[in-house]
């Protein structure tokens, strides 16, 4: 049975979404409601791996800014793209960069 608003699959233990003009997609319900909407979410930032770079880095979940932040605390930024980010998520951000920069001076 085609369902063309997202529900989850009890079976495969994952949301889903049919489409008519399209194959299904299923995953996690962010991704699945973004496809439903066919949008998404977008969140740049810059690290070392963007840094001599034309493009910016990016994730589709806060989570994925997160990961990149802890995997490259001193390189991570978000600055110029701030437009990307609610100010919560900007205060959470830079709290946690803070914390890492005093975590690595108290090593010192």
């Given at each position: 049975?085609?369902?063309?608003?997202?529900?989850?699959?009890?079976?495969?233990?994952?949301?889903?979404?049919?489409?008519?003009?399209?194959?299904?997609?299923?995953?996690?319900?962010?991704?699945?409601?973004?496809?439903?909407?066919?949008?998404?979410?977008?969140?740049?930032?810059?690290?070392?791996?963007?840094?001599?770079?034309?493009?910016?880095?990016?994730?589709?979940?806060?989570?994925?800014?997160?990961?990149?932040?802890?995997?490259?605390?001193?390189?991570?930024?978000?600055?110029?793209?701030e437009?990307?980010?609610?100010?919560?998520?900007?205060e959470?951000?830079?709290?946690?960069?803070?914390?890492?920069?005093?975590?690595?001076?108290?090593?010192?």
């Amino acid at each position: 049975m085609k369902r063309y608003k997202p529900w989850y699959d009890r079976r495969k233990k994952c949301w889903r979404v049919d489409f008519p003009d399209r194959d299904s997609e299923e995953g996690d319900l962010l991704y699945v409601a973004s496809e439903f909407a066919r949008t998404g979410l977008y969140f740049p930032y810059n690290d070392s791996h963007t840094k001599d770079r034309d493009y910016d880095g990016h994730a589709h979940h806060f989570e994925g800014v997160l990961k990149a932040l802890l995997d490259d605390p001193e390189e991570f930024t978000i600055k110029g793209l701030e437009e990307y980010y609610s100010a919560q998520e900007q205060e959470m951000l830079a709290a946690v960069q803070e914390r890492l920069r005093q975590m690595q001076e108290e090593k010192k």
